[in-house]
């Protein structure tokens, strides 16, 4: 479980070991259930990202929403969205390797993380990676249930493909923008899992 679970999972738990110590039974269900769950939410599986040169991973487990065109800065490109359920793992990470060049933290709305202006509108982390084929930027997206993202990341710092970046607590959005020479491989509809599939080939 990632660390930012411990003090969301731990008080239910110890809340229901007491419940059950005096015999209130269902109470004590109810909070041993309420921690489980939410511990559930926190977990955080090894992954092992692809070893082929130039692909362009998931950053989130989740179903991919949306590929359109998008320009970045003047610049043509195509953006990747991902919802994430609240059921999906939420540890977000790095869709390639290459160094943090910026990060901006934007307050915003909280629209239902499947809509399109959330791209836009709503609470979000925009991460500017620079990596040896060019600059790419993904999002940290927060939606209607999620109202905290979380990035544990800072400029300057080099990250591995499929490294661990942050995560956004209780359902949400990421999104990818590539360049247009990217070949983007994922398709509308196709759950992922991030670190290990892959959204684009980057040659």
């Given at each position: ?10 008080p ?5 070991a ?16 309420a921690?489980?769950?939410?511990a559930y ?6 992954r092992?990202p ?32 991902i ?7 939420h ?24 809509r399109?202006?959330?791209?836009s ?29 979380v ?14 970046i ?38």
């Open positions: 479980m990632v660390r930012d679970g411990y003090k969301f999972a731990v239910p738990i110890v809340l229901g007491a419940a059950a110590a005096f015999g209130w039974r269902a109470t004590a269900a109810t909070l041993l259930s921690g489980a769950l939410v939410f926190f977990r955080d599986p090894q092992v692809p070893g082929d040169p130039g692909v362009v991973v998931s950053p989130a487990d989740g179903r991919v929403m949306e590929i359109v065109s998008e320009q970045l800065d003047g610049r043509p490109g195509q953006r990747v969205s919802f994430l359920a609240i059921w999906d793992v540890v977000n990470r790095s869709p390639m390797a290459g160094r943090v060049q910026r990060l901006d933290y934007r307050p915003g709305r909280f629209y239902a993380a499947m399109s202006r959330a791209s509108e709503n609470e979000q982390n925009v991460i500017r990676l620079e990596t040896d084929h060019g600059q790419i930027m993904f999002k940290q997206i927060a939606g209607w249930v999620a109202r905290r993202v990035c544990w990341k800072k400029p300057g710092d080099s990250l591995a493909l499929g490294e661990r942050g995560l956004i607590r209780f359902g949400s959005r990421m999104d990818v923008w590539l360049p247009e020479n990217a070949e983007i491989v994922a398709k509308v509809g196709e759950h992922v899992a991030g670190g290990v599939s892959v959204l684009a080939r980057w040659r």
